[in-house]
T-cell receptor
Framework: EAQVTQNPRYLITVTGKKLTVTCSQNMNHEYMSWYRQDPGLGLRQIYY???????DKGDVPEGYKVSRKEKRNFPLILESPSPNQTSLYFCASSLGTAYNSPLHFGNGTRLTVT | GDSVTQMEGPVTLSEEAFLTINCTYT??????LFWYVQYPGEGLQLLLK???ADDKGSNKGFEATYRKETTSFHLEKGSVQVSDSAVYFCALSDRLAGNNRKLIWGLGTSLAVNP
């Protein structure tokens, strides 16, 4: 089944403790992206990647890192999480970079930083 | 910059009622328009899309027509079911955004359908 898989689904951590949220897609998609979803703010892009070893900042990259060593994986790294990073995170992928190519989303990771 | 405005929710309807969720946009380029749906506890799924003016996207009984003259992309369904209860997001992807497939999102409209 074609899908985007995120892990974990839920994560509670403390300020400053490094964490990684994994994202993997099995559709051979070139494009991958991370979003965060917050009440009243909607979805905002954190980082995106157009292919292996090619990543770039989205709208809200501060406090996050990503890597794209393999085409299928696009982990999101929080080196020193803070409470303002408490949010619902989504990974998404797309077949190409065509502007009308739909995004496929994972089921989300709900992160709480205390 | 580009933006998407959706009607605020929540919207509560009885089963078999007619649904309209309004969406208007501003864009400097030539956007594609999308409706995504988010069921409880799940990620967003593409519901329908339209890539140019006057296109009509449709799926699962939902329809939306790309109206360039009114910069709108309203979502409609003639007869909603309880299983349609979800949050609906309108979004645009602008050709001028280049290779970044970033979507500009509305804030979402929550729909609850009662039996």
């Amino acid at each position: 089944e074609a899908q985007v898989t995120q892990n974990p689904r839920y994560l509670i951590t403390v300020t400053g403790k490094k964490l990684t949220v994994t994202c993997s897609q099995n559709m051979n998609h070139e494009y991958m992206s991370w979003y965060r979803q917050d009440p009243g703010l909607g979805l905002r892009q954190i980082y995106y990647s157009m292919n292996v070893e090619v990543t770039d900042k989205g709208d809200v990259p501060e406090g996050y890192k990503v890597s794209r060593k393999e085409k299928r994986n696009f982990p999101l790294i929080l080196e020193s999480p803070s409470p303002n990073q408490t949010s619902l995170y989504f990974c998404a992928s797309s077949l190409g970079t065509a502007y009308n190519s739909p995004l496929h989303f994972g089921n989300g990771t709900r992160l709480t930083v205390t | 910059g580009d933006s998407v405005t959706q009607m605020e929710g929540p919207v509560t309807l009885s089963e078999e009622a007619f649904l309209t969720i309004n969406c208007t946009y501003t864009a400097t380029g030539y956007p594609s328009l999308f409706w995504y749906v988010q069921y409880p506890g799940e990620g967003l799924q593409l519901l329908l899309k339209a890539t140019k003016a006057d296109d009509k996207g449709s799926n699962k009984g939902f329809e939306a027509t790309y109206r360039k003259e009114t910069t709108s992309f309203h979502l409609e369904k003639g007869s909603v079911q309880v299983s349609d209860s979800a949050v609906y997001f309108c979004a645009l992807s602008d050709r001028l955004a280049g290779n970044n497939r970033k979507l500009i999102w509305g804030l979402g409209t929550s729909l609850a359908v009662n039996p």
